[in-house]
């Protein structure tokens, strides 16, 4: 009886404690999540003073004092300014005040989406009629303000008309209509936002342009790859298991194929199944094995071919065109070691529509390669003062974009 009463009374003790151990860690948790929101709203209150100022105006408070500017070295600005001179650049797209998150180009609509840090999603509008320098000088844009938060991931829907946004802190994805006539400088609404967050960590990746679904993946212990409706229901889900995730992307013109590089080797095929632009199936189509991680992976518009970078420097192109549905393996065709230092860590990889080049990020800088030997046709060291964190391949194959922590998305010639 005595010793009942004991274990009881003890029971109750560690109860007790184990209560208040909790509620001090969600205290410290939400204490955390302000200081970071009211960080944040002080950054961006300086940016838009900056913003207001006008470009002359360099006096406390503006963006020169912030802290995507003191991240970014000196030397790297200079650098960056030299690659304006070169013979790829075509233009820089103006108004941001904060990182480039996601830069993403429209086919069917002619249209340009960049979400940035400083709480916009903006939608160019890209005259095709004009010669590209001329279409990228100040383009019209209409321009979507988001609350309290900034869009990591973008894309436009299937006819064009709207984009989807995946929120940095809350990571819902939203839905925001497009302003029939940007020029007169209509914003853009939106007109839909799922209630809960999609994905445990920020959305890196989101597909949404290919057929009326949703692609989404994330980064590092987030290895889901998730389909949505336009509408946020959950279509199908696949756990790929590869520790971390590094680089997620979809064949340029259809999506067919999802192809995911991470910490464990190999990478990762799915496939899309669409009827009439509905989505049907998620499939594990293949593997491309690979005897250690990766850090990106393209695919050929046509579907035949693949090319990933892993994380000894190397670029292998990959055929992809087997009858894996019976288990017949990829191959690998073609290998180029890269021995260039300044291009030591491949971070995202693109292929034009015309299947002849390949646009390869490395950090800060770009390499063009002709495809299919790896044969190097054009460099820009130093395209950005900060590690480039979005490229962006234009579906007609005249140009593709970049966009880093310095605020100017950079629109580029294919050579
Ligand atoms: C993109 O547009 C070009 C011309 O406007 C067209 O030839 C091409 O087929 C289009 N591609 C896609 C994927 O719609
Ligand atoms: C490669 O670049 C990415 C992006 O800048 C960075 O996060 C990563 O640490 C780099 N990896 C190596 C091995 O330098």
């Known amino acids: 009886m005595v010793l009942t009463l004991f274990f009881t009374a003890v029971g109750i003790g560690v109860f007790v404690l184990v209560f208040f151990m909790m509620r001090g860690d969600k205290a410290r948790w939400r204490s955390k999540q302000e200081k970071a929101k009211s960080e944040m709203e002080q950054q961006h209150r300086e940016a838009a003073g900056a913003g207001k100022g006008g470009g002359g105006r360099k006096g406390k408070g503006s963006l020169q004092k912030g802290a995507a500017a003191k991240a970014i070295g000196k030397p790297g600005k200079a650098a ?9 650049y075509v233009n820089n797209l103006k108004g941001f005040a904060g990182e480039i998150y996601c830069v993403v180009i429209d086919n069917v609509s002619s249209q340009i989406c ?20 001329e279409a990228m000088q100040n383009p019209p844009y209409a321009r979507g303000n988001i609350e309290a938060d900034s869009a990591s991931a973008c894309d436009f829907t299937a006819d064009g008309q709207q984009v989807v946004a995946a929120m940095m802190q809350s990571r819902c994805l939203a839905v925001h209509r497009i302003a029939k006539d940007p020029a007169k400088g209509k914003a853009m609404q939106v007109v839909y936002r799922t209630e809960q967050p999609v994905h445990k960590n920020e959305v890196k990746f989101l597909s949404a342009s290919k057929g009326k679904w949703v692609v989404t993946a994330s980064c590092d212990d987030d290895t889901d ?15 790929t298991k590869q520790v971390r995730n590094y ?13 995911v590089a991470a910490w464990s080797p190999g990478i990762k095929i799915m496939e899309v199944t669409s009827k009439n632009q509905e989505f049907s199936k998620l499939s594990r189509a293949m593997d491309l094995k690979t005897d250690r ?17 892993t994380k000894d420097a190397a670029l292998a192109l990959w055929t992809i065109d087997v009858r894996y549905h019976m ?7 073609h290998t180029h070691q890269e021995d ?12 034009t529509p015309d299947c002849s080049r390949l646009v390869a990020v490395a950090e800060r800088h770009i ?24 490229l962006a391949m234009a579906p007609d194959g005249h140009f593709f974009a970049t966009g880093a922590a310095d605020h100017k998305p950079r629109i580029w010639r294919i050579p």
């Open 80 to 88: 960056a300014e030299k690659a304006t001179h070169h013979p790829l």
């Open 114 to 133: 960049v979400a940035c840090g400083d709480r916009t999603l903006r939608v160019f509008t890209i005259d095709k009629s004009k010669p590209i320098e």
């Open 225 to 239: 790859v998730k389909i949505w409706s336009y509408r946020g229901e959950l279509l199908a889900s696949y756990d």
């Open 247 to 259: 680089f997620t992307t979809t064949s340029l013109l259809d999506g067919r194929f999802v192809g």
């Open 293 to 309: 991680g990766a850090n990106a992976v393209a695919f050929y518009p046509d579907h035949k071919k693949a090319i990933i970078a």
């Open 327 to 333: 288990s017949e393996d990829p191959r690998k065709l």
């Open 340 to 351: 260039d230092p300044m291009f030591k860590n491949w971070t995202a990889l693109a292929v």
């Open 367 to 390: 390499k063009i390669f002709s495809l299919p030997k790896f044969e190097c046709v054009d460099k820009v060291e130093d395209a950005h003062q900060s590690p480039i964190l979005t």
